[in-house]
């Protein structure tokens, strides 16, 4: 009987030492950034956190109203902290891929594996630009919304020449990687 006791005892620690999850478990070199929502100066804020001090972050992309087409900038702001934190994680950050839509008045801004791919078939969107006439209407509106306007290698003389009047355009542009995140608190 002892030795029965025992012997389930010992198997119950060893099947609990197999099935016990971590609570916390991330890799060291997933670990250097975190993304997250803030909300600064009463508008919803998608922030990297220092890995060192979690109180300490930095905006990237500011959820802008008179930009942003949404009826909910909160969520759509958290969305876009997980997607970034899913693809720094997985070391997939891809491109940016934005489409102007002059007939409807629109840009879409969405993360995409590779060139050629729609933002509505294949990406994940981050938002839409609206009330978008002119390509200095959207290179105002990006700069507004995207806080180190270098987060998105874009300049306006490259949207004045993608933007033609009257069609539907697509460009791409590289997602930073993942050492420019890492050393944005260095």
Known sequence: MKVQKSLLFGLTTVAIAFTA???FSQSSSNSNTLFGCEIIKDTPTTVAYNPKNQEEYKPLI???????????LVSHCQRAAKILKNRYDKEELGLWGLE?????QTAVICLINQRGKSCNLSGEEFFRVKNVKTAQDFYKALSAIVVPPNIIELDEKTIKDKFRAGAVDQTYSRMRPRSWFQILFQ
């Open 62 to 72: 500011k959820w802008e109203k008179e930009y942003i087409e949404s009826q909910d």
């Open 21 to 23: 999850t971590p609570t």
């Open 100 to 104: 102007l839509n002059s007939n409807n």
